[in-house]
């Protein structure tokens, strides 16, 4: 059974940073693209970014891109999402997703992964 747990968000002030964690359980973590998404109250779930099973590549919303950075660990099959210079808009529920086996093509949407965190709340004061 797959189970992913997302962790370290909270509440942080504009400007300021913080590293979401998600362990994932269940399956061999390194032979699967990993994703982060979040929605924010009464929108649609948004891609933030993905990393190929490889590791080798990484991917990101225009929204992020230079301010978050996408990482795994499959020692511990962890993946992380640090995030720097947060604004206000990046307020949101982020959750963690896994994606397909040994993909060639990394998704960048959200029905391309098929196991979900419970997700964490990220808030971003002004």
């Known amino acids: 059974q797959v189970q992913l747990v997302e962790s370290g968000g909270g509440l942080v002030q504009a400007g300021g940073s913080l590293r979401l964690s998600c362990a994932a359980s269940g399956g061999t973590f390194s032979n699967y693209a990993m994703g982060w998404f979040r929605q924010a109250p009464g929108k649609e779930r948004d891609f933030i970014a993905a990393?190929?099973?490889?590791?080798?590549?990484?991917y990101y919303a225009d929204s992020v891109k230079g301010r978050f950075t996408i990482s795994r660990d499959n020692a511990k099959n962890t993946v992380y999402l640090q995030m720097t210079s947060l604004k206000p808009e990046d307020t949101a529920v982020y959750y963690c997703?896994?994606?397909?086996?040994?993909?060639?093509?990394?998704?960048?949407?959200?029905?391309?992964?098929?196991?979900w965190g419970q997700g964490t709340q990220v808030t971003v004061s002004s």
């Open positions: 997703a896994r994606g397909g086996f040994m993909v060639r093509v990394t998704s960048l949407r959200s029905d391309g992964y098929y196991y």
């Open positions: 990393i190929s099973w490889t590791g080798g590549s990484t």
